[in-house]
């Protein structure tokens, strides 16, 4: 008999197609309906009656923040099945070989099959994973650009620009307004490169945590009577290769690490 541990062990027991006839869009969103008490399990027709608790369903529970995040990854895993590997590596400008596509992830390698199993040098964290695998399914392949924007002015920026100012730009510039030392450990830690000064910074450095998405990050230091900003830029293409979401959950993760390395400062 089906117990209802935690919606990860729902999400497992559905045949992850995706069908809708449950009328919720994705597999991962029934299994979420189902652990808040919201749909029972029998509501899925791929299901079979007999297998199923009859009190599933009627419990009350509540969606961690981590656990959405691992729905994600494993209904991300799920969508690699249906992915051409080697041609999705041709388009990212990745390697392909003994069944696996291979991306740089600030430098280091990152290894994924079509059962989602990964391989990498770099410590897996949801912010990096949950791109990275966006970015294998929906990359279209367009040469960057070389023209930087706000993350406003990409197509479906605007609605999360307020967030992704409160969540990265900010505390970013907290950070470096703390430690003038942090452009150095971005560019030791995670592979970036400071490039000719953009829009007059006084410092631009150029981070890519994935190829096709470079991040342009430009700070001005206090001078007079003028305090210090910070902004974020994105190459113009960056929603041919990713997710507006994802895009955010890459930034802000960013700015979660670098949080890290200057709370190890304050220590030494």
């Known amino acids: 008999m089906i117990q209802l541990?935690?919606?990860?062990?729902?999400?497992?027991?559905?045949?992850?197609?995706?069908?809708?006839?449950?009328?919720?869009?994705?597999?991962?969103?029934?299994?979420?309906?189902?652990?808040k008490g919201q749909r029972q399990l029998i509501e899925c027709p791929h299901l079979e009656s007999h297998d199923i608790e009859p009190s599933a369903g009627k419990s009350e529970g509540r969606v961690t923040n981590e656990q959405e995040l691992e729905f994600m990854i494993e209904e991300l895993k799920t969508r690699l099945g249906s992915?051409?590997?080697?041609?999705?590596?041709?388009k990212m400008g990745a390697s392909f070989?003994?069944?696996?596509?291979?991306i740089?992830?600030?430098?280091?390698?990152?290894?994924?099959?079509?059962?989602?199993?990964?391989?990498?040098?770099?410590?897996?964290?949801?912010?990096?994973?949950?791109?990275?695998?966006?970015h294998i399914i929906q990359s279209k392949g367009?040469?960057?650009?070389?023209?930087?924007?706000?993350?406003?002015e990409l197509k479906n920026g605007e609605t999360w620009y307020r967030l992704f100012e409160q969540r990265c730009e900010n505390p970013l510039k907290r950070l470096a307004d703390m430690h003038t030392d942090l452009f150095e450990d971005m560019i030791r830690v995670f592979n970036g490169k400071q490039v000719?000064?953009?829009?007059?910074?006084?410092?631009?450095?150029?981070?890519?945590?994935?190829?096709?998405?470079?991040?342009?990050?430009?700070?001005?230091?206090?001078?007079?009577?003028?305090e210090s900003n910070l902004n974020v830029f994105f190459d113009s293409t960056a929603e041919d290769h990713l997710n507006?979401?994802?895009?955010?959950?890459?930034?802000?993760?960013?700015v979660r690490m670098f949080e890290k390395i200057a709370l190890r400062h304050s220590f030494q």
Not at 83 to 90: E, G, K, T
């Open 142 to 152: 367009t040469p960057l650009s070389g023209k930087w924007v706000a993350l406003r």
């Open 244 to 254: 507006i979401e994802s895009i955010y959950l890459l930034a802000v993760g960013l």
């Open 83 to 90: 992915v051409d590997l080697c041609s999705a590596a041709r």
């Open 5 to 35: 541990t935690n919606p990860m062990e729902i999400f497992k027991l559905l045949n992850r197609s995706n069908c809708k006839k449950c009328n919720e869009l994705t597999c991962m969103a029934f299994a979420a309906a189902v652990f």
């Open 104 to 134: 740089k992830i600030f430098g280091k390698n990152f290894s994924v099959d079509s059962k989602g199993d990964l391989t990498t040098a770099i410590h897996i964290h949801p912010w990096v994973t949950i791109p990275v695998l966006n």
């Open 196 to 226: 000719e000064n953009h829009y007059s910074s006084d410092v631009s450095l150029v981070l890519r945590p994935l190829p096709k998405v470079p991040i342009l990050i430009c700070y001005w230091k206090h001078e007079d009577d003028l």
């Open 97 to 102: 070989s003994d069944s696996k596509l291979t």
